[in-house]
């Protein structure tokens, strides 16, 4: 079922990309994710004067010989990542310029999703799924098994089949999620974000205080950006279809862009301050090329 969301050749590029957390995550099993946990591994966290019971074999002899005290070694744990991918399925994220190879930001924000999931679940950490727009549309849980990858493409392949002329509201769908995910994971939002942004960074704040490594992957068309249109035509809300207004993108193009320009300025604004990562995307840019570069520069970081 991957292959009715990404094609071969994507496939086949990323192979070579690794999803590794900026944080340290809590997990049940080894994995390729520090924890906070400290455990038997291959890196070293610090040393610990020893006390009965330890085990003789966790003795550092090489310090015992420089200082005639026992002190034993602590590693730190790897671990199993758990990621809960959160996929916004109003009507805005159905709009598909002409641009991006009839793409719409829900079809790319879908192979994002998708990327997401092939990536994980090869190297055994657990993705859950969840769509929403007013309400929550499909939640799948956390699970690290070969088979979940399908279920994930066939909830958003089917996803994509209804009609999605509504509305969003981040407060009230995402707010059920708070008591159901696990503490120390990481959240991944694919949203264009339009809708009211102090409850959506009022609401990743608070995933963001539970020890989630929250990301947002904002997901736009480059007519939304350049606002390109030159001949008088109807717009039409894609949440409110009964809204319709005959303009004149010209004489509207300035105010438009100056607005949409301190809309961003915004949103970059109230994320930072509660410390969520913003990763700003257009869908004509291949969404593969962006992943490579977001993973390339957590690696870095990491």
Known sequence: ???????????????TLQMLARNRVEGFCSGLHRSPNKGQSVEFREHRPYARGDEVRSIDWNVFAKSDRLFIR???????????????????????????????????????????????????DSV??????????TSLPSRSTATHLSAIST????????????????????S??????????????????????????TL???????????????VLDRDECDFPF????????????????????VSLRNAYLDRFKKWQAELVDVLAKSRIELV???????????????????SRRR
């Open 280 to 298: 700003q995307l257009v869908t004509d840019i291949s969404f593969e090329e962006a992943l490579a570069e977001f993973l390339s520069t957590r």
């Open 1 to 15: 079922m991957i292959t009715k969301l990404l094609q071969p050749n994507e496939l086949a590029r990323l192979k």
């Open 155 to 174: 909830a958003l392949l089917s996803q994509g089949l209804q009609s999605k002329e509504s509305s969003t509201d981040f407060a009230a769908a995402l």
């Open 230 to 249: 030159r001949k008088p035509a109807d717009f039409r809300s894609l949440e409110m279809p009964s809204l319709i207004h005959r303009l004149d993108p």
């Open 74 to 124: 602590q590693y730190e744990e790897e671990t199993n990542l758990q990621a809960n991918l959160i996929v916004d399925c109003s009507g805005s994220m159905r709009y598909a310029g002409t641009r991006a190879d009839g793409l719409s930001k829900w079809q790319y924000a879908c192979k994002l999703a998708g990327a997401f999931s092939y990536l994980m679940l090869n190297q055994q």
């Open 176 to 201: 059920p999620l708070l008591p159901r995910l696990r503490r120390g994971g990481v959240i991944v939002l694919f949203s264009d974000c339009f809708g009211d942004l102090a409850s959506l960074a």
């Open 204 to 218: 990743l704040g608070q995933f963001r205080q539970a020890r989630n490594d929250v990301i947002v992957f904002q």
């Open 128 to 137: 859950g799924l969840v769509t929403f727009d007013q309400f929550i549309r």
